[in-house]
């Protein structure tokens, strides 16, 4: 398993919303239901205590104990809320966390290294892993899209991914 105390973003703090503490959350995870399992997120240089989380317009909208106005919840705008890795849910066979695949390093079914899994994209039929390759003297790294399939990606571990190498540019 990826190292248990690596802290995982779930949401970010986008601001106040009204003038009782609720603030607005951007989230990276499964929506406002999945927030709910956790009790504590770590917010920077302090803890927050969730006491309530709904669904909203691009988000969520969410109450934390130590914060009880406007004021409170605008100073908190751009915070990221984070839980150890050990506190998300176990995996079933053949699930994975984006957490754990970002930064892996990735090899052709031929043996040969490619680079590795820069981003995990979404746009609605699927996860797609963004491998960056190895930079060439004098020029940015090259990147290349590859859907998250047994076909494209036939294996991962915690030490790397494989990616068919017909589907490496």
């Not at 969520?60 to 890795?85: K, M, Q, W």
């Not at 820069?118 to 930079?135: C, P, T």
Request: hydrophobic content about 45%; some cysteine; aromatic content about 6%.
């Amino acid at each position: 398993m990826a190292d248990a105390n690596r802290p995982v973003t779930l949401a970010a703090i986008a601001g106040a919303h009204g003038v009782r503490g609720e603030v607005r959350l951007k989230l990276f995870g499964e929506g406002a239901e999945a927030l709910r399992a956790f009790s504590v997120f770590e917010a920077g240089d302090r803890k927050l205590t969730l006491k309530s989380v709904r669904p909203a317009n691009q988000g969520a909208v969410a109450t934390f104990a130590e914060v009880t106005d406007r004021s409170g919840a605008e100073a908190l705008r751009g915070t990221l809320l984070t839980v150890p890795r050990s506190a998300l849910p176990p995996l079933a066979e053949g699930e994975y966390y984006h957490h754990d695949l970002l930064g892996l390093p990735c090899v052709s079914t031929d043996g040969s290294a490619i680079g590795h899994v820069a981003a995990i994209e979404n746009f609605g039929a699927g996860d797609i892993l963004e491998i960056e390759k190895a930079a060439e003297p004098g020029k940015k790294p090259a990147r290349f899209m590859v859907p998250m399939t047994t076909q494209a990606v036939p294996a991962w571990n915690d030490d790397g991914v494989t990616v068919n190498a017909a589907f490496v540019e």
